[in-house]
């Protein structure tokens, strides 16, 4: 008895040491909460934002990341109250909320949100192919044979694909289930929106991107000096390196963290502003939450004035910008926008920072801003945007996120090409397509470049 006593009091003692080991261990305290954090939030944002099947959205953006973990994942779509859950085991569980105009915000813990706001959705002219231009100035045939390579049952998951020139509608193709109405996910590309907007309150002199002091998370952790500028460009010197692999900084904040403005700006400080070039989302987090103040007091408001400043002149009916818990705009990772709609977030810039209707929403050299190659980049940032293609003409940049999401605007040749999917662990073949396309065109504008090789899939943004 006294030795089944022990060997009780013992595994009691090895039960409890787990217990308190998976609650303060990185893989207790963030892994497993982001996982399923990561899971619950994509669930939402792809079943009610873009309307896919939960399962099959599931299995291409969440399972690979999460890996043999997924299959003790549970989800439970609630469509009436327009909730998602997911849990291990019932031991930890997230739950995302839907909120019409807004997208799933992840809600931790008891907390709730006010799930009677909302914004309508918005309408726009729609696109229409130009197969007149697309006749006139490409090989038709090489052009469809870019896309049937884009779309090669492969892994890659491509989703959708859109190509404008001289910004007519010239090609595009979706996978089953996805229409040229669907919002996918822009991951990081949604960086690229961040600057854009920083653009246009620049365009309407209510922000400076170069001043102190207009980071209200950074202003409250006594670091002012820090500027919008330097967060775009990822040189703000803070601790947040970002690894994707679900303990890491970014990971904490994106799937397990409340308030993600305060989290980025309260981490350590490793270099001055503009010193160091650290590509972390936590960075444009903090440059959007210096916007909002300038946009409304609340999430409706902030996105009503992103509508009416931004996507409605640009025609973007079909994109969503989802907040945190805490009501901060989430600038780094969580646009929702159909792929005709990134097109016309590029083509802005092909057309001067000009609306369709001639309408100035940028600064006409916005685009000499966001391409400005930050020092110790390596070359291929610059504030919101990469220009790591070689090969690609000189004037190129790209709009960039996790999973293959990828957009090339291509001044020189008037050339948007936009690339979705949900690609993982290998290349999304993004940069081979804008190739394609670029030597699909029959009046060349320089000498064209020669094939890529490796070039464009930055996997971990």
Same mark, same amino acid.
């Given at each position: ?34 996982? /399923?954090? /990561? ?54 569980? $997230? ?114 991107? @170069?001043?102190?002091? $207009? ?25 947040? @390196? ?18 993600? *403005?305060?989290?980025? *700006? ?23 939450? *210096? ?33 945190? $818990? ?9 646009? @929702? %926008?159909?792929?005709? #709609? ?8 092909? #057309? ?9 929403? /940028? ?20 504030? &919101? @945007?990469?220009?790591?293609? #070689? ?9 960039? &996120?996790?999973?293959?999401?990828? &957009? ?43 094939? %890529? ?5 930055? $996997?971990?943004?």
């Amino acid at each position: 008895m006294r030795i089944l006593l022990g060997l009780g009091g013992v595994v009691a003692a090895a039960i409890a040491g787990g217990v308190i080991w998976l609650n303060t261990s990185d893989i207790g305290r963030i892994y497993i909460p982001s996982g /399923i954090g /990561i899971t619950a939030k994509q669930a939402c944002s792809l079943s009610f934002v873009s309307g896919l099947d939960t399962n099959t959205a599931r299995a291409m953006y969440t399972a690979p990341l999460l890996g043999d973990i997924d299959k003790h994942v549970s989800v439970n779509v609630d469509r009436y109250a327009g909730e998602v859950t997911a849990s291990v085991y019932g031991l930890f569980t $997230q739950r995302a909320i839907y909120r019409e105009g807004l997208g799933c915000t992840l809600v931790h813990g008891n907390a709730e949100l006010d799930t009677d706001t909302g914004l309508l959705p918005l309408t726009a002219e729609p696109m229409s192919l130009n197969a007149e231009h697309r006749d006139a100035n490409f090989d038709v045939a090489a052009l469809n044979a870019a896309l049937d390579a884009a779309f090669t049952e492969d892994g890659r998951n491509t989703l959708g694909v859109v190509v404008l020139h001289e910004g007519e509608l010239v090609a595009e193709r979706y996978a089953d289930g996805v229409t040229a109405f669907t919002p996918l996910h822009g991951w990081s590309m949604t960086k690229s929106l961040a600057a854009t907007m920083a653009g246009v309150l620049t365009h309407r002199r209510l922000i400076d991107v @170069y001043a102190e002091g $207009q980071v209200p998370a950074l202003v409250a952790a006594g670091r002012p000096e820090i500027t919008v500028d330097d967060l775009l460009r990822m040189t703000g010197g803070l601790a947040g @390196y970002e690894l994707n692999n679900g303990t890491d900084p970014n990971s904490d904040m994106l799937f397990t963290e409340s308030d993600m *403005a305060t989290f980025a *700006a309260t981490r350590e400080q490793i270099a001055g502003p503009g010193e160091r070039w650290d590509y972390q989302s936590g960075n444009t987090v903090l440059a959007g939450s *210096a916007l909002e103040e300038h946009l409304g007091d609340t999430p409706e408001e902030e996105i009503a004035t992103i509508r009416e400043w931004l996507f409605e002149p640009l025609g973007m009916a079909h994109s969503i910008l989802e907040a945190d $818990q805490a009501g901060t705009l989430q600038w780094s990772s969580y646009m @929702y %926008a159909s792929a005709r #709609d990134w097109a016309r977030l590029g083509q802005l810039y092909i #057309d001067g920072g000009r609306a369709p209707d001639g309408t100035q929403i /940028i600064p006409e050299d916005w685009i000499d801003y966001v391409t400005e190659v930050t020092p110790g980049s390596n070359g291929i940032y610059g504030s &919101g @945007y990469w220009m790591w293609a #070689d090969d690609f003409p000189s004037d190129h940049f790209i709009m960039n &996120g996790f999973q293959g999401q990828e &957009g090339f605007i291509i001044p020189l040749q008037d050339l948007v090409v936009i690339r979705l999917g949900a690609t993982n662990g290998m290349r999304s073949g993004a940069a081979d397509f804008a190739m394609a396309v670029m030597q699909a065109r029959r009046l060349e504008v320089e000498a064209e470049p020669e094939a %890529a090789d490796g070039v464009g899939d930055e $996997q971990n943004q």
